[in-house]
């Protein structure tokens, strides 16, 4: 189906110049040289866009992050077909340390943060790998203070005691301190109120739109991601069984009944699973 919407991007307008920023082409994922994760996906993120990538928990989303970000290898999984490009040359071979440098930043599940270390400590950290001087690198924290208030702040505090939320924005803030082009976000949400969740994408949002960094994020929280996303594909038992523009896929009958629990006559039940694959018409 990722065929179907790189032309539709085509159509559109979306893809423009070169073509888009990444590109994975029908990657196949192995762990163990046994299990079989990923199934020939394909995805296409434009420069300056946000595209989600839906599904269930253990549909595949994090291994796709990881294929693209090449840390597959610290869990023994491999990228065994296929090919992943980013502006236009091939990186699937590159160190994940390679990939920093030009500008592609995993921010991983869980608000990983160094928690003995303060705030400001583990903002600091995302700069290790620039090479442009201490008044950039300043800069860099006063822009990412402007977008997280709270982190200022809190910017003395450890971060092992800040809240959830302040862990997952020092998570992004980190990021954001090496200058990226691209940033892998995976499962934003977790853990994490509604109210902080709306927040967090609010300002995903605004450094999308404001500074131009283009973002792929994996979520389950469907809702919430296709109403900030440009595009949006949804993986299922290792495949792309879905995807179109945030707006369309969120109207669409069978994501708001798989995935969001809703259908056209209002909320349903899935006790009879047998009803519920057949109605499934990609599986």
Request: charged share 25%; net charge neutral; proline share 6%.
């Given at each position: 189906m990722a065929t179907t919407a790189t032309k539709d991007n085509e159509e559109a307008g979306v893809?423009?110049?070169?073509?888009?920023?990444?590109?994975v082409n029908n990657i196949e994922v192995i762990y163990d040289h046994v299990i079989l994760v990923l199934k020939g996906v394909s995805l296409d993120v434009p420069e300056g866009n946000i595209v989600a990538l839906l599904g269930a928990n253990g549909a595949g989303k994090t291994t796709t992050l990881k294929a693209i970000s090449n840390l597959l290898g610290a869990e023994r999984g491999e990228v065994t077909k296929g090919s992943i490009h980013y502006q236009g040359q091939r990186v699937d071979a590159l160190t994940p340390n390679d990939l920093v440098k030009r500008g592609v930043i995993q921010v991983m599940e869980?608000?990983?943060c160094f928690e003995h270390l303060t705030v400001e400590e583990n903002l600091l950290t995302g700069a290790y790998t620039r090479e442009d001087g201490r008044a950039n690198v300043a800069q860099s924290l006063e822009k990412v203070y402007h977008y997280f208030p709270r982190l200022k702040e809190r910017r003395s505090s450890q971060a092992g005691y800040t809240s959830g939320g302040e862990q997952q924005m020092t998570a992004i803030g980190r990021a954001l301190m090496a200058n990226p082009k691209m940033i892998l976000l995976d499962e934003p949400s977790m853990g994490l109120a509604p109210q902080l969740v709306e927040e967090i994408f609010e300002i995903v949002h605004k450094l999308?739109?404001?500074?131009g960094v283009s973002f792929l994020l994996a979520e389950q929280n469907t809702t919430v991601a296709l109403r900030f996303a440009d595009y949006g594909y949804i993986l299922e038992n290792g495949r792309v069984v879905m995807d179109g523009e945030g707006s369309k896929l969120l109207e669409n009958e069978d994501v708001k009944e798989f995935y969001l629990g809703l259908s056209s006559g209002g909320r349903r039940s899935f006790r009879d699973v047998k009803h519920y694959r057949r109605r499934k018409r990609w599986l």
């Open positions: 893809l423009t110049g070169a073509g888009p920023l990444l590109s869980g608000r990983h999308n739109k404001d500074e």
